[in-house]
């Protein structure tokens, strides 16, 4: 049986600035040139990305956003819990995971410019999952929430805000 420790070092996880590891796994070779792409990118990028992240329950993953939309895809261990602030204040979470018959989903897309944060469901253990983005990520793309900032657009979050970020 895995544990987040053994992954964590047979896979070579880094510690990740919004909470977590992760490795990034795949990044295509091709480019889509900065002409090419919405106003939000700078710079080229790659067509598509991919990492491993694992959080665990004495962590969380902080609210942040990016440009693209992010999908979720289910590996291993308990379930994480995912919520999302659109970009016009409606909050709404997901779980991730393989019980379908609770209602987890074993892939989820986060829409582009959502705040969005993680934390796993079961006490004293770990998510394991992966994160695919098209295009492809880049941390000019990364934004993490300021505590303050986030409270003062969306104050009828102040609580959960309050968790989910440092």
């Known amino acids: 049986m895995n544990n987040a420790e053994a992954i964590i070092e047979k896979l070579k996880l880094q510690s990740h600035p919004e909470g977590g590891y992760f490795k990034e796994v795949y990044r295509s070779d091709d480019v889509i ?16 990305t991919s990492i491993y992240f694992l959080l665990t329950s004495e ?5 942040h956003k990016i440009n693209q939309e992010e999908i979720w895809h289910f590996y291993d261990g308990s379930p994480l819990l995912l919520y999302m602030i659109s970009p016009s204040g409606e909050l709404s979470e ?17 829409p582009r410019n959502y705040w969005f944060a993680a934390k796993v469901i079961q006490p004293d253990h770990f998510s394991f999952v992966g994160c695919t983005v098209a295009p492809g990520f880049d941390f000019e793309d990364f934004t993490l929430a300021e505590r303050n900032n986030l409270t003062t657009e969306f104050p009828q979050h102040d609580k959960i805000i309050a968790e989910f970020t440092r």
């Not at 040139?33 to 990028?45: D, G, I, Q, V, W």
């Not at 962590?59 to 609210?63: H, L, T, V």
């Not at 779980?95 to 989820?108: M, T």
């Open 33 to 48: 040139k900065a002409e090419a792409l919405p106003e939000a990118f700078k710079t080229e990028r790659n067509y598509s």
């Open 94 to 110: 997901i779980k991730i995971g393989r019980d379908l018959d609770k209602n987890e989903k074993p892939q989820f897309v986060v």
């Open 59 to 63: 962590n969380f993953s902080a609210f």
